[in-house]
């Protein structure tokens, strides 16, 4: 007899999950969702900002006269209803304006644009890196479990996430900049190098794309020291939670077998225990990458770093809502990306993920 089974069905018994495009869609959607609660929640809390936004952006002597200071509110919609308010802001994001920053008198989205690929910079170079790192050394400790390599690799991730980053980054521009001068110690550039022209934001990428090899190793070379040191405390993190996971898969039935078949080392570790791992450490992998896109306010400041840490600490410092608005939502923005990214990679590498 025919089976009158749809292939979606037939797929679902065998295990084949559901389809990607409809599971992207879910996905999708509830990102959107998740991205309108981070607009209320941005614009709330910003109202609840103590301090007087207006007294810090007219300054004390204009903030006394009344017919400046309710210019101003009319001006901001400051004189209208929270709700009101809210409604108008969304507005404007739909229109791409999140509004005028206080500090630089420039567009928020303009000064954004600069800051945040500079971050995205530092981020992209200390995730690779504490990913290579971390990969290697976690997989190595946990083949090697109970042993001297193992206790060392331990002792080692052990330092890294105990060690402050703040303090790392100020021990390591003294003794690599000021003691040694064997790297840079500030800014994303020497003074007598100007900025490639404009493409991604990156430097290192805009000057390949510009055929300028001087540049691109100076722009190397600036970022040395902000990578590493953001990179200790992730590799610290990586490692440890590779090792867990790695320990575990190690320890199933089907590991054993493999093991007991003969197979090459190698093709066990890569083709078998690393993709059954492979879940749990993307997961880990992603909120390392947010945490390091959102939290490099320390290592900017120490490092004259022009990027989003740098903005938002002068944005809060200057009661300058509009561009503490505009960093809240690009770092709800940059969360919500890489979870969408991570459950897109979740539903190719595990089809049943999509059933969920």
Do not use: C
């Amino acid at each position: 007899m025919t089976s009158t089974a749809t292939p979606t069905a037939r797929s679902r018994r065998a295990g084949g999950g559901a389809p990607l495009p409809g599971y992207l869609l879910r996905r999708f959607g509830t990102s959107v969702l998740l991205l309108v609660g981070v607009t209320v929640v941005t614009f709330v809390l910003t109202t609840l900002v103590p301090g007087d936004p207006i007294a810090a952006a007219l300054g004390e002597g204009a903030a006394s006269n009344p017919a400046t200071v309710e210019a101003y509110r009319e001006r901001y919609g400051l004189d209208r209803s929270l709700p009101e308010r809210y409604v108008i802001y969304l507005g404007h994001l739909l229109q791409g304006d999140l509004g005028t920053s206080l500090q630089t008198g420039r567009p928020v989205l303009e000064d954004l644009a600069v800051a945040v690929p500079a971050t995205v910079e530092i981020a992209l170079g200390a995730i690779v890196v504490s990913l290579a790192v971390g990969l290697t050394l976690g997989t190595v400790a946990a083949h090697r479990a109970g042993r001297l390599s193992d206790q060392a690799v331990r002792v080692f991730s052990l330092l890294g996430l105990s060690v402050p980053t703040f303090w790392l980054a100020i021990t390591a521009y003294h003794l690599f900049f000021l003691n040694l001068g064997l790297v840079p110690g500030s800014g994303r550039l020497s003074p007598a190098l100007t900025p490639p022209p404009r493409i991604t934001g990156l430097y290192t990428v805009d000057f390949i794309l510009n055929g300028d090899p001087v540049g691109f190793i100076d722009a190397v070379a600036h970022l040395t020291l902000p990578v590493t040191v953001l990179s200790l405390f992730t590799i610290g993190l990586l490692t440890r939670f590779i090792r867990t996971s790695v320990l575990e898969v190690l320890g199933t039935d089907y590991i054993r077998a493999a093991r007991a078949k003969g197979l090459p080392r190698r093709r066990v570790i890569f083709a078998y225990v690393l993709r059954s791992a492979s879940l749990p450490i993307l997961t880990m992998i992603g909120i390392a990458f947010g945490a390091l896109l959102s939290g490099t306010v320390l290592v900017e400041a120490v490092f004259a770093w022009p990027g989003l840490g740098t903005y938002a600490y002068n944005a809060a410092i200057g009661l300058d809502l509009p561009a503490v608005m505009g960093v809240g939502l690009v770092v709800g923005v940059i969360y919500l990306g890489i979870n969408f990214v991570v459950d897109l990679l979740y539903g190719v590498l595990d089809p049943r993920v999509r059933l969920g």
